[in-house]
């Protein structure tokens, strides 16, 4: 069975750093697109980044919201993919979920069909 364990929420201040972490496990996995995916409360789930890859290199897309404050990269030895936040602002406060797809690049969640359980980051004032 196909999982997606994601880790690395947590509380910080604004002007901090996070970095997410979102593991994929179980036989048969093998999305070469991932992204995270945020949703803060009262709102609807909105995109944040995602990662293309093939033999050829890697592809990044984001929100611009976060350009130029987070990054996306991927480990592809453990199936892995990152969010390295810096510089939160309180408006960054929600929770994050990464998820997979079979789509390259794409930015709508009706996309993807693995998702992560979602991980809480609140980023203080």
């Known amino acids: 069975q196909v999982q997606l364990v994601e880790s690395g929420g947590g509380l910080v201040q604004a002007g901090g750093s996070l970095r997410l972490s979102c593991a994929g496990t179980g036989r048969g996995f093998s999305r070469t697109v991932m992204g995270w995916f945020r949703q803060a409360p009262g709102k609807e789930r909105e995109f944040v980044a995602v990662?293309?890859?093939?033999?050829?290199?890697?592809?990044?897309i984001y929100a611009d919201s976060v350009k130029g404050r987070f990054t996306i990269s991927k480990d592809k030895a453990e199936n892995t993919v990152y969010l390295q936040m810096n510089s939160l602002k309180p408006e960054d406060t929600a929770v994050y979920y990464c998820?997979?797809?079979?789509?390259?690049?794409?930015?709508?969640?009706?996309?993807?069909?693995?998702w992560g359980q979602g991980t809480q980051i609140t980023v203080s004032s």
């Open positions: 998820a997979a797809s079979p789509r390259r690049g794409t930015t709508d969640s009706d996309d993807y069909d693995y």
């Open positions: 990662i293309s890859w093939t033999w050829k290199g890697e592809d990044t």
